[in-house]
């Protein structure tokens, strides 16, 4: 069984489109995180929920919107994509507070045209 | 704000080569520190954690040692395997303000040529 599971694998749309990525975890995790990693693999955190409530906030365009229906999703929804949005975002998830590190998801990558 | 700092890659070895990539962190808190893979098309798998000063975490032949004088966290394996070939990242976890938080550093993508 996969421990965090994002959908769909790839994303290709156009400049302008609305798109949403789901992510699932069956770890019994209380926290969950969407990343964001540029074409350099750079990491940067965009938004964590804990317990469906959110707890970061990054400096993100106010076109990505988090939705977390109960602790085990965390869904990213994107309007009015834009070429600059072109990436692979990875959720993951962590029991907060135990220093454990995170488990993370296969990554969807995302190349809007 | 928390900080991680690692080797600028690439980096390229042969096999059977020794190995570091050094990363290094600012921290506020007292953090537990983590090195992280990601092998090509995949997400990242934890390697292997410390959580406290002189802690060695190890996995895979791979090792890193907190060290908290020199805020350092380096990796390190003795004899590097083509099938090592990734970018690892080193990354922190700051518990201090309760909400925690991995930041990651910049990455290194090693390959290791037969």
């Known amino acids: 069984d996969t421990a965090v599971s994002q959908t769909p694998k790839y994303l290709v749309t156009q400049m302008g489109n609305d798109k949403s990525i789901k992510c699932e975890q069956n770890l019994g995790h209380d926290t969950m995180y969407w990343y964001k990693q540029d074409s350099k693999k750079f990491l940067k955190i965009m938004f964590s929920y804990n317990n469906k409530e959110l707890i970061i906030n990054e400096t993100v365009p106010n076109r990505f919107s988090p939705k977390s229906p109960d602790k085990a999703h965390l869904n990213l929804h994107i309007n009015s994509l834009e070429l600059g949005d072109s990436a692979v975002y990875f959720c993951?998830?962590?029991?907060?507070?135990?220093?454990?590190?995170?488990?993370f998801g296969s990554g969807t990558r995302l190349t809007v045209v | 704000g928390d900080s991680v700092t690692q080797m600028e890659g690439p980096v390229t070895l042969s096999e059977e080569a020794f190995l570091t990539i050094n990363c290094t962190y600012t921290a506020t808190g007292y953090p537990s520190l983590f090195w992280y893979v990601q092998y090509p098309g995949e997400g990242l798998q934890l390697l292997l954690k410390?959580?406290?000063?002189?802690d060695k975490g190890s996995n895979k032949g791979f090792e890193a040692t907190y060290r908290k004088e020199t805020t350092s966290f380096h990796l390190e394996k003795g004899s590097v395997q083509v099938s090592d070939s990734a970018v690892y990242f080193c990354a922190l976890s700051d518990l201090n303000f309760g909400n925690e938080k991995l930041t990651f550093g910049t990455g290194t993508r090693l390959t290791i040529i037969p």
């Open positions: 410390a959580t406290k000063a002189d």
């Open positions: 993951a998830s962590s029991l907060q507070g135990l220093g454990g590190g995170y488990t």
